[in-house]
């Protein structure tokens, strides 16, 4: 009977009730009081709570260094592929064949 409301109270707080919602109702429905705060206490107890090991600001700062990273890594293939290739050249001279000046 107590694994019972044990039971109760997890589903009800995944479901987003809060705790003096949950324990009205089972107050109303018949449940001792004393019974209901061990319940609660051990519900508790047993929640594991994950927390992330990195704050928010670090996340941040590493989404920022990748995107950085990843841009200079880009930059560096395209302008080792300019030198062999002259792909500059090349798009310049396609965009005045479109007959925009280039200044």
């Known amino acids: 009977m107590y694994q019972e409301l044990l039971d109760y109270i997890k589903k ?12 009205a109702g089972l ?7 004393a019974e209901i705060d061990q319940a609660f ?4 107890a047993s929640e594991v709570k994950i927390k992330f090991p990195l704050s ?10 990748g995107g950085l990273a990843l841009f200079a890594v880009s ?9 062999r ?3 500059v050249g090349k798009f310049l001279n396609l965009v ?3 007959g925009v000046p280039i200044k």
């Open 12 to 23: 009800t707080k995944t479901a987003g009730l809060a705790d003096e919602e949950i324990r």
């Open 27 to 33: 107050l109303k429905v018949g449940w001792p009081p």
């Open 41 to 44: 206490k051990k519900s508790t």
């Open 56 to 65: 928010k600001n670090w996340l941040i700062v590493i989404y920022i260094v």
């Open 75 to 83: 930059f560096g293939v395209l302008w080792y592929l300019d030198g």
């Open 85 to 87: 290739f002259d792909l």
């Open 96 to 98: 005045e064949r479109w």
